[in-house]
């Protein structure tokens, strides 16, 4: 069965902190790994996509890769408006649905 | 560019009731999403809508429904709520192609009392 698991659940960072969050999948074939930042209240918001094993891209202070089977998003010198949940999402071949993680709750500390 | 909006933002629903949820996707997209997050989880996903027919579906009972609108936009219909309904619903709009982005709204937040 398809599934995605994140680690941490939680994580607190002091402002200038990095750290990485994992993302884990079990696929039978990978068409996309996504992540979304969600903020209380709000729905996900888009912040990159990977399609194979090696792939990376970077965002201001993320930055996210992909291996076969896992995915890093990492964060380089934090900032408190980085605080957010942080899901992770995979799409596989031959069907069009998302399966999400539980996500990982990140609080910057000033 | 208006993006993916929802209505309405909060719903409260008593036990039994059905309830009907709207979606209006981002602008020249033609795919619509709908998934269900309860509090501290990850969205799960109901179903697709593509040129008016659900495309796919996720592990939800017939109490879902939907539709999709020759405009794009899109409804989810909940007939006989139970109290575990409760729950923040995202809408997501793409484009139909395979290898997609799906965008968010910001959610309908309903509660069943």
């Known amino acids: 069965e398809d599934q995605v698991t994140q680690s941490p659940e939680a994580l607190r960072l002091q402002e200038g902190e990095s750290s990485s969050l994992n993302c884990s999948y079990t696929?039978?074939?990978?068409?996309?790994l996504f992540w979304y930042r969600q903020d209380p209240g709000k729905g996900p918001e888009f912040l990159f996509t990977?399609?194979?094993a090696g792939e990376e891209k970077e965002k201001e202070r993320l930055k996210a890769t992909l291996t076969k089977k896992e995915s890093f998003l990492h964060i380089t010198a934090p900032k408190p408006e980085d605080s957010a949940t942080y899901l992770c999402?995979?799409?596989?071949?031959?069907?069009?649905?998302?399966?999400f993680g539980t996500g990982t709750r990140l609080k910057v500390l000033a | 560019d208006a993006g993916v909006t929802q209505s309405p933002t909060h719903l409260i629903k008593t036990r039994g009731q059905q309830v009907t949820l709207r979606c209006s996707p981002k602008?020249?997209?033609?795919?619509v999403s709908w998934y269900q997050q309860a509090l501290g989880q990850g969205p799960q996903f109901i179903f697709q809508?593509?040129?008016?027919?659900?495309?796919q579906r996720g592990n939800f009972p017939d109490r879902f429904s939907g539709h999709q609108f020759p405009n794009y936009s899109s409804e989810l219909n909940v007939n006989a709520l139970w109290l575990g309904d409760s729950a923040l619903y995202l809408c997501?709009?793409?484009?139909?192609?395979?290898?997609?982005?799906?965008?968010f709204g910001a959610g309908t937040r309903l509660s069943v009392l």
């Open positions: 990977l399609y194979s």
């Open positions: 997501a709009s793409s484009l139909g192609v395979a290898k997609n982005i799906q965008y």
């Open positions: 696929v039978s074939g990978l068409r996309g």
């Open positions: 602008s020249g997209h033609d795919t």
């Open positions: 999402a995979v799409q596989a071949t031959g069907t069009y649905k998302y399966i």
């Open positions: 809508y593509y040129e008016e027919e659900e495309r």
